[in-house]
T-cell receptor
Framework: AQKITQTQPGMFVQEKEAVTLDCTYD???????LFWYKQPSSGEMIFLIY??????QNATEGRYSLNFQKARKSANLVISASQLGDSAMYFC????????????????FGKGTKLSVIP | DSGVTQTPKHLITATGQRVTLRCSPR?????VYWYQQSLDQGLQFLIQ???????AKGNILERFSAQQFPDLHSELNLSSLELGDSALYFC????????????FGSGTQLSVL
């Protein structure tokens, strides 16, 4: 089973509107972290937002917020007031308990959602 | 700018050849991670080094190897290259003391012809 599922291969949003990118995850760990990264056409991976499994409040970073629903294993990214520069691939990722030993924090990524912002 | 430096940005080579990708982590970061991004496989974790020692292995082929040097920079060596090795190779770094994020470099685009 996939650990990170992003069901929307592509999304369109009108400039200045809000958009929600879906992410569901699968883990049996109690302690884990969820991340969203943005990859513009230039290729670099840009960190957007982080949510820890024990965080009681949803994370927010500027126009980005993470709608964390633990019981549903859902970690959707909400982008408010979309801008043309938001057009990019968006990846949801999860860090699970480091069974490989202390200091091991590799991420498992979903397949991504391509967001296109329309003027 | 993430602070993680990867060189070269682009690499074009032929099948059967060997290449070395280089990564300098952010100042103070002890962990270096290597990821491969391809259209069919997406982002795949390859290997992690922590303070010079291999810490975790992912889907890394036997033809690939990596190391982290005393100054904490890392190199990923890819040998006996095949067409299917063409991909974007990312290096990421972190302090690795808790739930902190990974900082990614801008990647090395490898094309095997």
């Amino acid at each position: 089973a996939q650990k990170i599922t992003q069901t929307q291969p592509g999304m369109f949003v009108q400039e200045k509107e809000a958009v929600t990118l879906d992410c569901t995850y699968d883990t049996s760990d109690q302690s884990y972290g969820l991340f969203w990264y943005k990859q513009p056409s230039s290729g670099e991976m840009i960190f957007l937002i982080y949510q820890g499994s024990y965080d009681e409040q949803n994370a927010t970073e500027g126009r980005y917020s993470l709608n964390f629903q633990k019981a549903r294993k859902s970690a959707n990214l909400v982008i408010s007031a979309s801008q043309l520069g938001d057009s990019a691939m968006y990846f949801c990722a999860m860090r699970e308990t480091p069974y490989s030993g202390a200091g091991s924090y590799q991420l498992t990524f979903g397949k991504g959602t391509k967001l296109s912002v329309i003027p | 700018d993430s602070g993680v430096t990867q060189t070269p940005k682009h690499l074009i080579t032929a099948t059967g050849q060997r290449v070395t990708l280089r990564c300098s982590p952010r100042s103070g970061d002890l962990s270096v991670y290597w990821y491969q991004q391809s259209l069919d496989q997406g982002l795949q974790f390859l290997i992690q080094y922590y303070n010079g020692e291999e810490r975790a292995k992912g889907n890394i082929l036997e033809r690939f190897s990596a190391q982290q040097f005393p100054d904490l920079h890392s190199e990923l060596n890819l040998s006996s290259l095949e067409l299917g090795d063409s991909a974007l190779y990312f290096c990421a770094s972190s302090v690795s003391r808790g739930n902190e994020k990974l900082f990614f470099g801008s990647g090395t685009q490898l094309s095997v012809l």
